[in-house]
């Protein structure tokens, strides 16, 4: 199976923005939520976001109104914009399914710090 490849993280301050992009099978998307993971030094990976089939989005409590997630047209990039950031959103990201179908990428690190 073909892996996503997620990009775009990064080290920035605290209060700073990323982008985050994944690319990935736009089949496996038109059928399954996208979703975004992270997973932060010596915890379990957690979910982030997800975007339904028919663009509801959900997010964890501690993201809520700081992250949004969207997609392009053609179904195949899932974005995930990342403002207000803090050091405890230091993880590496992840994009799959929700949930989760295809094999984990390598992830993206993002590290939030002065």
């Known amino acids: 199976q073909v892996k996503p490849v997620e990009s775009g993280g990064g080290l920035v301050q605290p209060g700073g923005s990323l982008r985050l992009s994944c690319t990935a099978s736009?089949?496996?998307?038109?059928?399954?939520?996208m979703a975004w993971y992270r997973q932060a030094p010596g915890k379990q990976r957690e979910l982030v976001t997800y975007?339904?089939?028919?663009?509801?989005?959900h997010y964890a409590d501690s993201v809520k109104g700081r992250f949004t997630i969207s997609t392009n047209n053609a179904k195949d990039t899932v974005y995930l914009q990342m403002d207000s950031l803090r050091p405890e959103d230091t993880a590496v990201y992840y994009c799959?399914?929700?949930?989760?179908?295809?094999?984990w990428g390598q992830g993206t690190q993002v590290t939030v710090s002065s």
């Open positions: 736009a089949t496996i998307f038109s059928v399954y939520p």
């Open positions: 799959n399914t929700k949930p989760q179908v295809m094999p």
């Open positions: 975007r339904t089939t028919s663009g509801d989005t």
